[in-house]
């Protein structure tokens, strides 16, 4: 707690302006992208789950996942009921998400950012409420979809590897 890995996830999404030196996607400072440019690369080239997930308490857990992949248009609604049969929360789709346990949200959230393209996935503690099989379901499903498309993985967390293999470790 209070090493900077929230923040780290905020940089590269582009939430924070607040720090010293620069980060470069593909060459640009991402102080330098516009608000579209922005726009653009939450949609097509990041994806991210946040430590508080960020879903919206109004909306279903099918309704909060489809939301995401309407944008896009990346991942139709039978994709989506077969992660959440994989991640065990089929049974709660059509329920509000402010009704569903925080680990059940957390697994909602990691199918939601799974909903769209993107060459690196950011994932902020996403596993602080699963227990060790729904740790493993979730790595499992996040390695398949990485893979499917060549995309780089950001984690944080307390220290635990979870099931990845990594070809960088960063201790903070």
């Not at 508080?52 to 939301?67: H, M, Q, V, Y």
């Not at 596993?127 to 979730?138: C, G, P, T, V």
């Not at 499903?141 to 960088?168: H, M, N, P, W």
Request: net charge negative.
């Amino acid at each position: 707690s209070g090493k900077g890995k929230s923040t780290l996830v905020h940089i590269i999404y582009g939430l924070r302006k607040d720090y010293d030196g620069s980060v470069q996607v593909s060459g640009k400072d991402i102080q330098a992208f516009s608000p579209d440019d922005w726009a653009e690369r939450r949609q097509r080239h990041f994806s991210v789950v946040f430590q508080d997930l960020r879903l919206f308490s109004g909306l279903t857990a099918l309704e909060n996942i489809l939301l995401k992949s309407g944008l896009t248009g990346e991942t139709q609604e039978e994709e989506v009921r077969k992660m959440a049969a994989e991640l065990g929360v089929i049974d709660v789709l059509e329920n509000s998400s402010e009704t569903l346990s925080y680990g059940q949200r957390q697994r909602v959230a990691i199918i939601r950012a799974l909903c769209q393209p993107f060459d690196f996935l950011l994932l902020d503690e996403p596993f602080s409420h699963l227990d060790d099989e729904n740790i493993r379901r979730a790595c499992q499903l996040i390695q398949e979809k990485c893979t499917r498309q060549q995309a780089g993985l950001v984690l944080t967390s307390f220290g635990q590897r979870y099931f990845f293999e990594y070809d960088v470790e960063m201790e903070l």
